[in-house]
């Protein structure tokens, strides 16, 4: 069976995707649901291929490590199949450990030019509607939620904090003012209980 | 009132987001000779005149960086933030083939120095001419031996969010600062 292959390209770097549609769901020929292989094109660099799973880490890896560079962090990133480091701030390491015995890691050195290319790559292939089953968002969402509360969907803490805090505020109030009436309450019996012992005194004295 | 006051707080943009915006929009500027005017005409085509309606208004946003000379505490509101990061993720979209003209001048400075030389050179131009030079933070930007990773760090920024979703990703980044 001939496979469709669709071709993402930015600058410097192709993305090439192999694959079949999936035809118990009556898609589109053209459209690829199965990845069969894919291979990252960078000009003057070996080529890089692999199948689905392959295809998943590398993404994961490169955007996990433009996170941590964009928020300041010290970008490093290591897993079974791809380390990326920093050699210096223009230029970046990725170590390649291959899946079959025997065979060497490949070590690729890549400036930022380059390597903005490759996520813009990714990015392409991620919104592509002829490519199913790649979410660029399933990567992106791995890290930065430290300001959640900003996102434009409220959420259930949001929309109770509000009436709790009121509530809370009104309660602190009252039960003020209820302390402030016992104290005046207080005071007024024992004045009436100090009259009493005087009268019980002078009636003692006369 | 002070519960109020609190709540309120935690939902400010910090100082260190709109310096951070500015310093992208600044690169914009500088890549985009006309930038002032293109950032205007692309928040009509963004249909974001309800926010921003007139150049005026963006750079009174602008004014909210403390690096300013002309800094003015207005208190930015979060639909404000978002407008101008809207613009900075679409105008670094159209600028793309310039951004990464200038980062791969970088990546190999020896044999392609003009196009970094010429940012930098514009960049620093324009931010002692726009901001306040006694400040210990622009003299930092300004200090040649240190600002070079700062600058390149603006420009991958810039280089990263021309995406679909780059106004998000670009919020997200802004945001944690």
Known sequence: MLQNKILFNQSSVSLEI?????YSNNENQDNISIISQWKLMIIDK???EGNLDHLKSIMKAFYSYSISILNDENPSYNSKLIDIKPENCYTHILLLKS???KVKPLNIRIGNSIFADIINCFDQLGFSDKVKNIYSKEFKSLTNKKHSFLKDKKNISEFL???VVSLFSIFLFSTA???????NENRSLL???NKLVSIQSINKLL | MLTITILSKGKRISRESIQRLDLLLLALETIDLNGAESLYSLSSKLNLNDVLPNKVTIWKLRNNNPMRNSFNNNNIKLSEFNALIKLTAEMAKFLYPYIRQILQSRDDLIRNPKPWNEFKNRY???ISERFNTNSMKVKRLLDPSCNDEVFIKIILTLALCISEDGFL???RTLLNY
Do not use: C, H, T
């Open chain 1, 177 to 183: 003012f209820i302390y402030i009436y016992d104290n």
């Open chain 1, 161 to 163: 904090l509000p009436p």
């Open chain 2, 124 to 126: 620093i131009e324009l």
């Open chain 1, 18 to 22: 192999n694959g079949l549609p999936d």
């Open chain 1, 46 to 48: 070996p080529v890089i």
């Open chain 2, 169 to 171: 990703n670009l919020r």
């Open chain 1, 191 to 193: 004045n009436y209980q």
């Open chain 1, 99 to 101: 899946s079959k015995p």
